[in-house]
């Protein structure tokens, strides 16, 4: 089997986006006059919180979301919040939009969310400056607003929120808001790392180890991704599989590269469910075991993935771990096809030229082969010519007008959302059979 059928990348924390900011317990004012017992403490807060004082109604709140002193009770913390807010308090403004972003306590209403971060973003306060930009990138009851976004983001930033920094530094890697800055995107994840954010650590190695805004340097990137991964980083874990499988940085060590997919893919990574499939299927690390490749094959597929969408059909098609079904395989080779995935629309297209798992179809075989030649899939050419020679009139025009329809339907002209990179489509492959 080709090792480039699989795609595998080293993971940056960029399409994950960062979930707004939890509320957190405001410190109090005077640490060292802090009451010992939490129960005491707030009990002196609730008495002034209900004299009337604003900061204490804010830090009941807190008390109540985080259990402190008192039993966690998310009503009443929601009850405080909004009188603390109401009377102009930044950090309870935020802790409303909080409720409101996640629908907690209160029904979710991004609007009020948004009014809420709002009002605290004014006033500078870097965590709901945050949570705004995060509603602008995402397009959270409003329409998406990168620049927006990446302004907001520079201003909790610019106040040291690590959160911020890393976000702003995600939109630097990718020009999301602003112009592309892969060194602009080093700092900031650096800065952040050094204040212990964990996607920071995992970006900041990714890049150490890609080389990209800095040179490349596998003993720092090692050390930035075990600190993300100690912090429960589920994408440091797969990158650290990644190091140990092909010995960058480290000895090769591919069973314990089986271990840290292992870790990763049982929390829903999808890369790495491929990955570990991959090692089944080969035996690498592990016992070669079929059963085992196609049930986390199955996992990513399911997931939207469409390299493993299309070998869990390949899967299928052979007999390989499951019981061979050409529907199946045409189902799953049908999912990755419609993301313009080229090897399985070549795989779907032999499908339709054999009358395999679907009805025999020269139009829709001479549709899917063109599809993926155009998605760079250029071995198709030899298969579409020959089976152009025996297709009639008839057959060709269906074909093509099948092809433009289905161009048409997917806004995508071009064809380039997703180009095979060369000798990546060798195994995983149907047998075409003109």
Same mark, same amino acid.
């Given at each position: 089997m080709n090792r480039q059928s699989w795609i595998y990348a080293f993971v940056l924390l960029a399409a994950i986006p960062l979930k707004a900011q939890d509320a957190q317990p405001a410190a109090p004012e005077n640490p060292g006059n802090a009451v010992a017992n939490p129960s005491v403490q707030f009990a002196e807060l609730l008495r002034q919180a209900e004299s009337g004082d604003p900061h204490a109604q804010c830090r009941v709140?807190?008390?109540?979301?985080?259990?402190?002193?008192?039993?966690?009770?998310?009503a009443e913390a929601e009850r405080w919040w909004l009188q603390a807010a109401q009377r102009g308090i930044a950090e309870a403004q935020?802790?409303?939009?909080?409720?409101?972003?996640?629908?907690?306590?209160?029904?979710?209403?991004?609007?009020?969310?948004?009014?809420?971060?709002?009002?605290?973003?004014?006033?500078?306060?870097?965590k709901a400056q945050y949570n705004l930009a995060h509603?602008?990138?995402?397009?959270?009851?409003?329409?998406?607003?990168?620049?927006?976004?990446?302004?907001?983001?520079?201003?909790? /930033? *610019?106040?040291? !929120?690590? @959160? #911020?920094?890393?976000?702003?530094?995600?939109?630097? &890697?990718?020009?999301? +808001?602003v112009p592309r800055n892969v060194t602009e995107a080093f700092k900031l994840f650096q800065l952040a790392a050094?204040?212990?954010?964990?996607?920071?650590?995992?970006?900041?190695?990714?890049?150490?180890?890609?080389?990209?805004?800095?040179?490349?340097?596998?003993?720092?990137?090692?050390?930035?991704?075990?600190?993300?991964?100690?912090?429960?980083?589920?994408?440091?874990?797969?990158?650290?599989?990644?190091?140990?499988?092909?010995g960058k940085g480290v000895h090769r060590d591919p069973v314990k590269a089986a271990g840290l997919y292992r870790v990763a893919a049982e929390q829903?990574?999808?890369?790495?469910?491929?990955?570990?499939?991959?090692?089944?299927?080969?035996?690498?690390?592990?016992?070669?075991?079929?059963?085992e /490749? *196609?049930?986390? !094959?199955? @996992? #990513?597929?399911?997931?939207?993935?469409?390299?493993? &969408?299309?070998?869990? +059909?390949?899967?299928?098609?052979?007999?390989?771990?499951?019981r061979r079904d050409y529907r199946q395989?045409?189902?799953?080779?049908?999912r990755a096809a419609e993301q313009n995935w080229a090897q399985a629309q070549f795989n779907l297209g032999v499908l339709y030229q054999t009358g395999l798992g679907v009805?025999?179809?020269?139009?829709?075989?001479?549709?899917?082969?063109?599809?993926?030649?155009?998605?760079?899939?250029?071995?198709?050419?030899?298969?579409?010519?020959?089976?152009?020679?025996?297709m009639t009139k008839p057959q060709l025009r269906d074909g093509k007008a099948s092809i433009s329809d289905w161009v048409s339907h997917h806004n995508n002209p071009a064809l380039a959302a997703q180009k095979a990179e060369p000798g990546e489509q060798h195994s995983y492959m149907a047998t075409a059979r003109p």
């Open positions: 709140g807190n008390a109540y979301h985080t259990g402190v002193g008192v039993a966690k009770n998310e935020n802790s409303m939009g909080y409720l409101y972003e996640s629908g907690m306590v209160v029904p979710k209403d991004y609007g009020e969310a948004m009014r809420w971060f709002s009002s605290a973003a004014e006033q500078k306060l870097p509603m602008y990138e995402h397009g959270e009851g409003l329409p998406l607003d990168y620049a927006r976004a990446a302004d907001l983001y520079g201003q909790a /930033a *610019a106040q040291g !929120l690590a @959160r #911020a920094r890393t976000s702003l530094g995600v939109a630097y &890697q990718f020009g999301n +808001g050094e204040q212990g954010e964990p996607s920071a650590q995992q970006n900041l190695g990714a890049m150490y180890f890609q080389g990209n805004g800095t040179k490349r340097n596998y003993a720092e990137a090692l050390k930035w991704i075990r600190q993300a991964a100690s912090q429960g980083i589920v994408e440091a874990s797969y990158s650290l599989g990644q190091m140990y499988e092909y829903g990574l999808a890369v790495a469910q491929l990955e570990l499939a991959y090692l089944y299927k080969t035996g690498k690390g592990v016992r070669q075991d079929d059963f /490749a *196609a049930k986390w !094959l199955l @996992r #990513a597929a399911e997931q939207g993935h469409p390299t493993a &969408q299309n070998a869990l +059909g390949h899967m299928y098609y052979q007999g390989a771990g499951v395989a045409a189902d799953w080779f049908r009805p025999l179809n020269y139009g829709e075989a001479y549709k899917w082969f063109t599809l993926a030649i155009q998605g760079g899939y250029a071995d198709g050419r030899r298969v579409l010519e020959a089976l152009t020679q025996i």
